[in-house]
């Protein structure tokens, strides 16, 4: 199965603050990736597929790139709704491996 | 939306019916899948069905024992867990794909999980 590493696990910041989580693939998946949001007790929000395809209404202050096995998302300006736990996830193969989140969370 | 229900207490080696009633888009469209989040931890990927239902697939620690299944008359998604340990214990989230076929890994919706607890 394909690996997903995301670095940091925690991440504590300031409203306004840019902020980037990393996410490696253990070996290629092309851009076959996505990147999600998730609030405690809330479902978990696609904000990004094909590693830099913003979904529709999220907000332009998300960024996501890369390729390959090494993707970023940046939160331009950290807002008081972004504090949450993003995770990547590779589509690339039936095992569809998420990372192990990063908590993002205020300073 | 998507709305699960079944979660429950159970004892280690029983059995449980977890459902999820979707509305708001063409349900049988679209394959469908089972995501888990173990406490403390992260997702987890467990199932998915294509669209007509067809066309299954697991992941190694639930291979065997969960079934997944849909009635596309009525909306809803079904995943039957049978010999359920201790670390089967999760939230499990119901979310739809992006496309018809079991192989659409894209999962653009989910719903707000069920609670699946394993324990004697």
């Known amino acids: 199965d394909i690996q997903m590493t995301q670095s940091p696990s925690t991440l504590s910041a300031s409203v306004g603050d840019r902020v980037t989580i990393t996410c490696r693939a253990s070996?290629?998946?092309?851009?076959?990736l996505a990147w999600f949001q998730h609030k405690p007790g809330k479902a978990p929000k696609l904000l990004m597929q094909?590693?830099?395809s913003l979904e529709s209404g999220v907000p332009s202050r998300f960024s996501g790139g890369g390729s390959g096995t090494e993707f970023t998302l940046t939160i331009s300006s950290l807002q008081p709704d972004d504090f949450a736990t993003y995770y990547c996830?590779?589509?690339?193969?039936?095992?569809?491996?998420f990372g192990q989140g990063t908590k993002v969370e205020i300073k | 939306q998507l709305l699960e229900s079944g979660g429950d207490l159970v004892q280690p080696g029983g059995s449980l019916r977890l459902s999820c009633a979707a509305s708001?888009?063409?349900?049988?469209?679209?394959?469908m899948n089972w995501v888990r989040q173990a406490p403390g931890k992260g997702l987890e990927w467990v199932s998915a069905?294509?669209?007509?239902?067809?066309?299954?697939h697991y992941a190694d620690s639930v291979k065997g024992r969960f079934t997944i299944s849909r009635d596309n008359s009525k909306n809803t998604l079904d995943l039957q867990m049978n010999s359920l340990r201790g670390d089967d214990t999760a939230i499990y989230y119901c979310?739809?794909?992006?496309?018809?076929?079991?192989?659409?890994?894209?999962?653009?919706?989910w719903g707000q999980g069920t609670l699946v607890s394993v324990s004697s």
């Open positions: 069905i294509g669209a007509n239902g067809d066309e299954t």
């Open positions: 708001g888009f063409t349900f049988a469209h679209y394959a």
């Open positions: 996830q590779q589509y690339s193969d039936n095992s569809r491996t």
């Open positions: 094909k590693a830099s």
């Open positions: 979310a739809k794909s992006d496309c018809n076929g079991a192989g659409c890994r894209l999962l653009n919706f």
């Open positions: 070996q290629s998946i092309s851009y076959w």
